[in-house]
């Protein structure tokens, strides 16, 4: 699990797949996918791990599997020098399955990286089914701003069609480099918190950021509150299939601009 970089920790929890989110108000009061998508709210189970060198890469490949091996998900991150790590995600699933709440890998990360800038939809949060109106650009905040502060704790803070997003602090920082598009959330605490929490003030600031680095997530809903038609629409669903992405974690040492490593993109 962890990620070091010049005696800096970079990723401090190990990442894992992740097809959850916890539950907005249309969520929770409404049509209830814990129940309707009930496959996907299982934690995937590590199946296998392996680690070989490649060349002047070591490659680690890990498998996980969801009930019954419906759906399998590889993860291979391959090392390279300097420090550079390329992540790959690949979902296989059978034929049968509910829609997906979410396609992405979650990681806790250097809890002192609360200065984020990013290049996608912004400024404010966005989904697919929330996302007109919002320009695609390179915006810069805090943690705290990153957040959309429910009064009720829920899934928040996504941005979409992000090409790269950099947390620092004054000294180093990660920034993620998509292949393609990524939809990403940057949170101080855990997502069991959020989902345990009732009101935001109960939250307390923990000792890692949780960041998700996602492929894509179902919308987020809502032609009433309270029954089966708060779910997103079916175009705003993500259908269950197999997806792959793939992206960069890369360690920057602030005396180089974040410019200098956009090449990888």
Do not use: C
Not at 25 to 53: C, F, M, Q
Not at 75 to 87: D, E, L, Q, R
Not at 99 to 111: A, D, E, H, S, T
């Amino acid at each position: 699990g962890t990620f070091t970089y010049k005696g800096q920790e970079m990723v401090k929890d190990a990442i894992r797949p992740n097809f959850t989110r916890p539950a907005t108000d249309n969520d929770r009061r409404g049509w209830k996918p814990e129940k309707k998508l009930k496959y996907w709210y299982g934690h995937p189970k590590l199946v296998s791990i392996t680690a070989a060198a490649k060349g002047q890469d070591y490659v680690v490949k890990t498998s996980y599997a969801l009930s019954g091996d419906s759906a399998q998900v590889q993860v291979v991150y391959t090392v390279k020098n300097p420090g550079v790590v390329s992540v790959a995600y690949q979902l296989q699933v059978k034929a049968g399955l509910p829609n997906i709440p979410r396609v992405g890998l979650q990681m806790g990360i250097n809890p002192t990286f609360e200065d984020i800038q990013y290049y996608g939809l912004g400024p404010m949060e966005n989904y697919s089914d929330r996302a007109y109106g919002f320009d695609l650009g390179v915006y810069r905040m805090d943690i705290d701003h990153m957040m959309e502060h429910y009064l009720y704790p829920q899934e928040n803070g996504n941005r979409m069609e992000v090409r790269w997003m950099h947390l620092q602090n004054k000294k180093t920082g990660l920034l993620v480099v998509g292949e393609q598009p990524l939809s990403m959330s940057a949170w101080p605490y855990s997502q069991q918190a959020i989902v345990d929490a009732k009101h935001w003030f109960k939250l307390k600031k923990e000792d890692k950021i949780t960041l998700n680095v996602d492929l894509k997530q179902m919308g987020v809903g809502g032609n009433d509150t309270w029954t089966d038609v708060s779910q997103p629409l079916e175009k705003y669903q993500v259908p269950a299939k197999d997806y792959s992405y793939s992206f960069y974690l890369i360690p920057t040492d602030l005396k180089q601009q974040i410019q200098d490593f956009i090449q990888y993109n």
